[in-house]
């Protein structure tokens, strides 16, 4: 059976950081493309980064963010820890959603309704 957990939520001041993780199990996680998103209270859960599977490429698997935090987040995996990151920098009140990370086979994709498996949220608070 397919499990995603994520972890590494809470409460941090605006300009703070926090580290999230996305534990698989139950799949060759190194066959799957990875992807976080979030929803915050009142508005639909939206992108916003993703992985592609490992590739031999020696500058690694190809991501993507939404513009709104690009140069603010990364998204790294640990195929031999079956777990993928979410680094997030320079927070602000805006980024305060809950946050999920989800798994489909094949390439990345920016829409949620390509992946099949969720994991069940972290909570993010960002305070100002």
């Known amino acids: 059976q397919l499990q995603l957990v994520e972890s590494g939520g809470g409460l941090v001041q605006a300009g703070g950081s926090l580290r999230l993780s996305c534990a698989a199990s139950?799949?060759?996680?190194?066959?799957?493309?990875m992807g976080w998103f979030r929803q915050a209270p009142g508005k639909e859960r939206e992108f916003v980064a993703a992985?592609?599977?490992?590739?031999?490429?020696?500058?690694?698997?190809?991501?993507n963010f939404r513009d709104s935090v690009k140069g603010r987040f990364t998204i790294s995996r640990d195929n031999a820890k079956n777990t993928v990151y979410l680094q997030m920098n320079s927070l602000k009140p805006e980024d305060t959603a809950v946050y999920y990370c989800?798994?489909?086979?094949?390439?990345?994709?920016?829409?949620?309704?390509?992946?099949?498996?969720w994991g069940q949220g972290t909570q993010v608070i960002v305070s100002s």
């Open positions: 989800a798994a489909r086979m094949g390439p990345y994709s920016v829409y949620k309704a390509s992946y099949p498996y």
């Open positions: 992985i592609n599977r490992s590739c031999a490429s020696r500058s690694g698997a190809s991501t």
């Open positions: 139950g799949l060759t996680f190194s066959n799957y493309a």
